[in-house]
């Protein structure tokens, strides 16, 4: 059997990058041999910059956000609207609705949808941390922006039921959003169209 030409280190380097989201054995190879061609420019900072994000980034305590500082950013902010809480499946989606500019108030990241067939139950998702901020009686609408996907329909269903008990207004997007659509992947205007003509959950 011949011998790989490639060594361990470098075998590794790939096998790690080909975990990423996007990412084959194929892509993964090509991006190892660019980054050790660019060692300089792209890949010694790239390795500071995975080590300094590893020690300093956290989940904020409040929303969930991801920031070096708790509480995050945004919950910090003053100037943002503590009376609506937007609820996001993961911070993808949070950031997406921030290069909207579609949201002023605050956020709430679940960390993922309903699926019972891949055994995630309520246990499993930030809804105790929502419900306890919506009872707060300066709290007056949580806005469901959820993937229109039947994780996020059931989902959905299920935070309004829990919602109720707290006296809150809950809405959800509306037009712009396709139905099997992620907001990652919309453009801002139609985000931001969404986010205006969003209608009782």
Known sequence: MPQSPIGPELQRLIDLLAKMPGLGPRSAKRAALYLLKKREPVMRPLAFALDDAAQKVKACS?????????????????ERSGAVICVVQDVGDLWALERAGAHKGRYHVLGGLLSPLDGIGPEELNIGGLIARAGDDAVKEVILALAATVDGQTTAHYLTERLEET?????????????????????????????????PA
Do not use: F, H
Request: charged share 20%; glycine share 12%; net charge negative.
């Open 167 to 199: 006296g809150v207004t809950v809405t959800r997007l509306s037009q712009g959003v396709p139905v099997g659509g992620e907001l990652d992947y919309l453009d801002e205007g139609t985000i931001a169209a969404a986010m205006k003509t969003r209608r």
């Open 62 to 78: 409040i929303c969930g956000n991801w920031d070096s500082i708790d509480p995050c950013a945004i919950c910090a902010d003053p």
